[in-house]
């Protein structure tokens, strides 16, 4: 997706969950991302954005492609080369033990990744908390003492400690108020200029997506179906599963509310323990013909940037000068 040598890519993964019924949770998935840049993924529940992540970091086993870190094989990660790549999930509880001071929980990754004295270390902790926007005290107390938007604090403090060159962000803001986003959002784009850091930033809400992501991949029952500039994906989305999401956003101009259309996509989506031919989308597609149900899409690439897979892109002609919502679909995935 850029010119520059990625800090992560990956080429045709997929990951498959259960021995006896063999579930296939990511397809054939080819992304990649650049230093000091983000890579947002969006899709609905269940789409495989998590799996695709922890497949990234080398936490799951993959059955098939390749994953790439900093130019180097990481399909079967060497322990060496796991500090250059740190997740953020959305519940800090997770990454936070709660009954660890901030202080120790900032140190795990420091003695087991860096050769470092103690004084060292205490010297790391207080410029990890400074630059993540907490005072230096913060690290003799626990994580309950901490808002939510604290807390995401030090989790990335937590995650930056060995200086990788990756954070993988699964839903890192989603559970915070807008104001709180807002400001963890600008903490992210302060680190990430410091530090090149290369983002994979997961998450359901486009809007968050439109303002970190420099290229926007979108998932739908474990393919990407569309990717390319964040801008162009949003503007002039070409996909009819990536129309439906962008339908979807809350719109705030009221010229946009009243010229928008409403086509409701229906059906239900494929079953994934099944063999799949096709388009993966084709049950709930709007456009679909015996073509989509029989053989997969191939890649097309869009005006403006990235690429995706249809068989009808060209029944979806961008418009210059088209107000953003003017003809879209809305997607019900209940
Ligand atoms: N450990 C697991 N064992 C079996 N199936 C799993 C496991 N983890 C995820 N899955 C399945 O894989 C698919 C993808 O799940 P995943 O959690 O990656 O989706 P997601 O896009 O992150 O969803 P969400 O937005 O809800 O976080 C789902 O069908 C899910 O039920
Ligand atoms: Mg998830």
Redesign the pocket.
Known sequence: MSEIAPALSVESVSVD??KRKR?R?VSEVSLSVAPGRTLAIV??????????ARAMAGLLPIAGGSVTLLGEDFTKPRRAQRRDIQMVFQDPYSSLDPSSSVGSSLEEPLIVHEKMSRVDRSRRIAELLDSVGLPVDAARRFPHEFSGGQRQRIAIARAIATNPKVLLLD?AVSALDVSTQNQILVLLNDLQVQHELAYVF?S?DLGVVRWLGDETAV?YM?RVVEQGPTERVHTQPAHPYTRALTSAMPIADPVGRESRKRILITGEPPN?FKPFTGCIFASRCPLATTTCTTTAPPVVPNAGGGSSRCHHIDAFPVQAGMPKHAATVALTTE
Do not use: Y
């Open positions: 969950f259960g579930m949770a899709g609905e529940s269940g789409s495989g954005k998590s799996t695709l839903e997961i359901h998932m474990g994934q």
